[in-house]
């Protein structure tokens, strides 16, 4: 049984910044590449960042310079840093783990239940 789980969610002002952090626990030989989406109401679930095992990340290009992500590996926590953030980053934050319960098992995409994310004035 793997777990995820979010927080850091809120609300904030243009311009403002949040901490998201996700925590994967349970029965976890290894967790590969993690990464943040997000969905907003009526649109489809989006790629944020996300970050390899070894710690190379990738970003949509609309929060470039703005979020920062990275992991701990030995806390297995994940963290996005969001800076200057805009109305249209208002969305629930989903973080994403890929994770292998065994050494020589299969690897799984396990998902937290989302923390919302509004920005306004």
């Known amino acids: 049984q793997v777990q995820v789980v979010e927080s850091g969610g809120g609300l904030v002002q243009p311009g403002g910044s949040l901490r998201l952090s996700c925590v994967v626990s349970?029965?976890?030989?290894?967790?590969?590449?993690m990464g943040w989406y997000r969905q907003a109401p009526g649109k489809e679930r989006e790629l944020v960042a996300s970050i390899t095992s070894t710690g190379r990340p990738n970003y949509a290009d609309s929060v470039k310079g703005r979020f920062t992500i990275s992991r701990d590996n030995a806390k297995k926590t994940l963290y996005l840093q969001m800076n200057s953030l805009k109305p249209e980053d208002t969305a629930v934050y989903y973080c994403n783990a890929v994770v292998a319960v065994s050494r020589f098992g299969s690897e799984y995409n396990y998902w937290g239940q989302g923390t919302q994310v509004t920005v306004s004035s």
């Open positions: 349970g029965s976890i030989f290894s967790i590969g590449t």
